[in-house]
Nanobody, 123 residues
Framework: QLQLVESGGGLAQPGGSLRLSCAAS????????IAWFRQAPGKEREAVSC????????DYLDSVKGRFSISKNNAENTVYLQMDSLKPGDTADYYC????????????????WGQGTQVTVSS
């Protein structure tokens, strides 16, 4: 059974950087698209980024384009989200999720979810 574990969250200053990791176990990520979602208190969960199973498609929320970068390391069976130029509005719990083959901006297609990692951006 595929399991996902997020890590790398923490406290960062505005303009700072964090790198989130989504480590998969139980199954290979070769057949899964991996998305990052985030949810701030009082707000709905929103898709931040996604990488297709082949790695040929990468999607980003408009507000993070140019600041965030998603990548996959097949040898490590891990997906990363590099977050640069962080803003207070990036503060949220971040979750990774897996869907068979295809990226989606909606939560419904994703069958596997990690436990989340907290990101706080504050001066």
């Amino acid at each position: 059974q595929l399991q996902l574990v997020e890590s790398g969250g923490g406290l960062a200053q505005p303009g700072g950087s964090l790198r989130l990791s989504c480590a998969a176990s139980g199954s290979t990520l070769d057949f899964y698209a991996i998305a990052w979602f985030r949810q701030a208190p009082g707000k709905e969960r929103e898709a931040v980024s996604c990488i297709s199973s082949s790695g040929d498609i990468k999607d980003y929320l408009d507000s993070v384009k140019g600041r965030f970068s998603i990548s996959k390391n097949n040898a490590e069976n891990t997906v990363y989200l590099q977050m640069d130029s962080l803003k207070p509005g990036d503060t949220a719990d971040y979750y990774c999720a897996a869907n068979f083959y295809y990226c989606s901006a909606y939560m419904e297609p994703y069958d596997h979810w990690g436990q989340g990692t907290q990101v706080t951006v504050s001066s």
